[in-house]
């Protein structure tokens, strides 16, 4: 019988699309590795024209990487970026920008004090607890294991 529920999932096979794990693949690949590569560059960037070393410039390079993610979210480019790249599209620093402004973005009719400062880190809230306190097991974690060897 077509609506019986326990042959739904082989009723509907037919009509779903196939999914191209491959090319899905490729492309997250690709775009992950070229947001890396910009990375890249915007630290050689300041590494060659403000002279900082190889570790000082990893901070203005992320701060970068947020705003130039932040702004692109804001104008709706890397949305369309995402649905495109994939899984390439969430590399942590650009991905983890784009959640927080599109968390903001969601309640600017609200206003810029109750709407978007309110909503901010919404998402990153949760998101820093976790990563303080997972560093934080694993770093007694660390101390143990070393004190045992």
């Known amino acids: ?3 019986d529920p326990k042959n739904y999932t082989e009723n509907i ?3 779903q699309p196939k999914i191209p794990y491959v090319a899905n693949c ?10 890396c590569v910009i990375g890249q560059c915007i630290q050689v960037f ?8 190889s570790e000082g410039a990893g901070n203005p390079t992320v701060a970068t990487l947020i705003l130039i993610s932040a ?5 709706g480019i890397y949305d ?5 790249a994939g899984a390439g599209s969430i590399v942590p620093v650009t991905g983890f920008a784009n959640s927080i402004t599109s968390a ?3 309640h600017k009719n609200e206003g810029i004090v109750l709407g978007i400062a309110t909503n901010l880190f919404s998402l990153a809230g949760e998101v820093i607890v976790f990563g303080v306190v997972s560093a934080a097991v694993m770093g007694m974690l660390r101390l143990f294991i070393e004190h045992l060897l």
């Open 26 to 35: 490729f492309r997250a690949f690709f775009f992950g590795g070229l947001i």
């Open 80 to 84: 369309k970026l995402a649905r495109y």
């Open 71 to 75: 702004l692109m979210t804001g104008f």
């Open 46 to 53: 300041y590494m060659h024209f403000f002279h900082f070393s």
């Open 1 to 3: 019988m077509l609506n």
């Open 13 to 15: 096979k037919p009509f």
């Open 104 to 106: 903001a973005l969601e």
